[in-house]
């Protein structure tokens, strides 16, 4: 028998607004990325900005990450407490996938590798 009883209004509330959130991540991540290329483009990728652009970047993928397995946790936990059956049994368990906060740590490292990378390109122009 599978009983399925009705959500809250808090329940669906928080279910909404986490995907809300990852997409405006999302968007503000492009932005982001959008300014960085530009810089590439224009032949000048040493602009103190890229550096400060990418370490958000780095930020905006671990934040992702956070909010990616909250949203999995929550609705998890949704189906855990209001589906109801005698052959299946459901778990929430909380976690976050390891590739993706390694990836956001290596971004934080490519940002401090174009911060000194700005440092020298500066340096280097003031050299007569």
Do not use: C, K
């Not at 986490?18 to 590439?40: E, K, M, N, S, Y």
Request: aromatic letters at 10%.
């Amino acid at each position: 028998m599978l009983l399925v009883r009705p959500l809250n209004g808090i329940a669906v509330t928080v279910a909404a607004i986490l995907p809300i959130v990852g997409f405006a991540l999302l968007l503000w991540v492009f932005g982001l990325l959008r300014d960085v290329f530009r810089t590439l483009r224009d032949g000048q990728p040493f602009v103190p900005a890229n550096a400060t652009r990418i370490r958000r970047v780095g930020y905006a993928v671990l934040l992702g990450e956070i909010v990616r397995a909250l949203l999995v946790f929550v609705a998890n936990y949704l189906v855990m407490t209001h589906v109801t059956s005698d052959a299946v049994r459901f778990y929430a368990v909380p976690s976050l996938e390891v590739y993706t906060v390694v990836a956001g740590l290596v971004i934080l490292v490519i940002a401090e590798v174009f911060r000194a990378g700005t440092r020298l390109d500066e340096e280097q122009s003031l050299t007569v």
